[in-house]
């Protein structure tokens, strides 16, 4: 338990201070040249496609499902008690990541890039409920880092593919300028971390070593 602590600390320290240096100084300028130069490109047709993966009503969907899954498991019991801990790991963990991400996008209220693009707008606006306009952090980029962190912990030997894939999510964001760099930093951050967490909970194992541990 405090491994994981003192790890939290130290890459949170890494990530906030990623977050400042791309909010004070990189953030604007990237977005904005994204937004000259690739506006309307295949690339960006195709960042949108990508960022569906992460769609918020997908996963809410998903969720619903998973958790009625494992209530009827509870009565009729057609999975495997191995396979019921999983499913319930996974839709814990997102879940938890998606109220936490929502708390924090409230209470910061980054103005989203096209509010620069259109209005001159830029940086925090807290405790704002227009939550069309909140853009930190990233919540594509926290849904998909939970989820696939946990389907890294669980199955390790295919973490470069799950990994990789929740990275070209959270690129996406940044090249259909729905966010800035420095929102899906902060997203990943928060998915990987409470990933991490839950997964401590429910492995019960203090060395986060064996997914068959679950």
């Keep these: ?11 949170g320290g890494i990530a906030l201070v990623l977050y400042l240096v791309f909010f ?11 937004n000259d130069h690739l506006a309307g490109t295949k690339l960006q047709d195709l960042g949108t496609a990508i960022s ?27 999975l495997t008690p191995k396979w019921s ?11 938890i990541a998606i109220v936490f991400g929502d708390g924090i996008k409230y209470f ?4 989203r890039p096209i509010m620069s693009f259109e209005n001159g707008l830029y ?9 069309e306009l909140n853009s930190s952090p990233s919540g594509h980029s926290i849904r998909a880092f ?4 946990c389907l890294s912990l669980l199955f390790r030997r295919l973490t470069p593919v799950f990994i990789g894939l929740a990275v070209l999510i959270g690129l996406s964001r940044i090249i259909v300028t729905a ?24 492995s019960f194992n203090s060395e986060l070593k064996l997914p068959g541990q679950l």
């Design 85 to 95: 801990r999983y499913l319930l790991f996974i839709c814990v963990t997102v879940s």
């Design 108 to 111: 910061l209220g980054r103005y």
């Design 123 to 131: 940086g925090l606006h807290f405790f704002s409920s227009e939550w």
């Design 1 to 11: 338990m405090k491994q994981l602590a003192n790890k939290t600390l130290m890459y």
């Design 179 to 202: 966010h800035y760099p420095g929102d899906v930093i902060f997203g990943a951050y928060i998915g990987i971390v409470i990933s991490f967490w839950v997964y401590k909970y429910f």
């Design 146 to 149: 939970a989820l696939l962190t």
């Design 24 to 34: 004070l100084f990189l953030d604007n300028d990237i977005s904005n040249y994204i």
């Design 52 to 78: 569906t993966m992460a769609f918020g009503a997908y996963y809410r969907l998903v969720l619903a499902i998973g958790f009625i899954l494992i209530g009827l498991n509870a009565r009729i019991g057609f």
